[in-house]
């Protein structure tokens, strides 16, 4: 698919991943001025996980719910990594790490990926190694004390940490059974990761300093905003994207969405934009766009062996491959405040 001939409404939608991920950052930041970041991130989960299993149900009836044992407890285990250790990592600290900081922080994640799949075997090839370099040096600009401004270290470290249990989580999930509908697989997520960050915020004593009565009506807005938008429309979105749209252009979300997120927060919160937080993300955003260039390459073609060119699929049917068919690269991945799941 070329340029010329990509439709009104996959820009439309793609316009809407752009801005809607972008802007999830800044949801998190006004969503805890006023709640509990564990409590608020589980409650956001649980609803947005039930809402999208109502919708399934509705849509295509109950029998799409249905999964195996097997495959249930790796989207629990994935929803825990992604949404607990990922995304409620981020929302603890975002009550002291500006939203636009933690966009850039968090855009290192394809990064993280190359050097997983790199551990497990891989070759992503050197511009993805690249890549790489470019996005750990922003990593620790951004990180370096005193040079993001009057920001604590601790809520930096907060970010990576949720940067590399996001990580993991989005590895592991092409590598265990999980269900085959993306939309089934992300309703069981949401489900455990809210229950998860539930119960870690329970452990943390956030029910003793939430009073509802004193939550902020902005508060209530944005966490309303990022269940709907976040979670749900920008999802669907998203995966309606991944079979319409070439995934090249699909991709390029990983960079985009934290220049989204950097605007949004010196134009909506008057965050602070130095030169050391330009330089750095911009650092990042290089070394993001090395690796989704790199993903997007094609492999030159490798000879089929004689024997093995018209071997049947484990399931018995024939397994050709088609030539143009794209697959989504495996360092495209989310960030943790971009609700991929």
Do not use: K
Request: positive net charge; proline residues 8%.
């Amino acid at each position: 698919m070329t340029t010329a001939r990509i439709s009104g409404t996959v820009w439309a939608a793609l316009g809407i991943v752009y801005l809607v991920w972008g802007s999830t950052y800044l949801g998190i930041r006004i969503a805890v001025e006023t709640m509990p970041p564990f409590l608020s991130a589980g409650a956001r989960f649980v609803v947005a996980g039930l809402l999208l299993a109502a919708l399934l149900a509705w849509r295509h009836g109950p029998g799409v719910l249905r999964v195996t044992r097997p495959q249930l407890a790796s989207a629990a285990v994935v929803g825990v990594l992604l949404l607990v250790g990922g995304n409620g990592l981020v929302v603890l600290a975002e009550t002291t790490v500006p939203s636009g900081l933690a966009a850039l922080l968090i855009a290192v994640v394809p990064a993280w990926v190359v050097v997983l799949r790199t551990a497990f075997g891989e070759r992503p090839g050197p511009a993805a190694y690249a890549g790489v370099v470019f996005g750990l040096a922003g990593l620790a600009l951004l990180s370096l004390p005193g040079l993001s401004g009057d920001v604590r270290i601790g809520g930096v470290l907060t970010v990576v940490a949720a940067t590399l249990m996001w990580s993991v989580g989005s590895f592991s999930s092409s590598r265990i059974p999980m269900p085959r509908n993306p939309f089934t697989a992300s309703a069981y997520e949401m489900l455990a990761g809210g229950v998860g960050c539930a119960l870690v915020g329970l452990g943390r004593g956030e029910q003793r300093v939430l009073d509802l009565a004193e939550v902020s009506a902005r508060s209530w807005t944005a966490l309303a905003y990022l269940v709907v938008f976040g979670s749900l429309v920008a999802f669907t979105a998203y995966a309606w994207l991944l079979q319409t749209a070439p995934i090249s252009l699909v991709a390029t979300y990983a960079y985009v969405n934290p220049v989204v997120a950097v605007l949004l927060g010196w134009l909506v919160l008057d965050e602070r934009l130095t030169w050391p937080i330009a330089v750095g993300g911009a650092v990042v955003v290089a070394g993001v766009w090395l690796i989704v260039r790199a993903e997007r390459r094609p492999a030159p073609p490798e000879p089929p062996a004689p024997a093995a060119a018209l071997a049947p699929a484990a399931d018995g049917g024939a397994a050709p491959r088609d030539p143009g068919a794209e697959a989504p690269p495996a360092t495209a991945v989310g960030g943790p405040g971009t609700d991929r799941r």
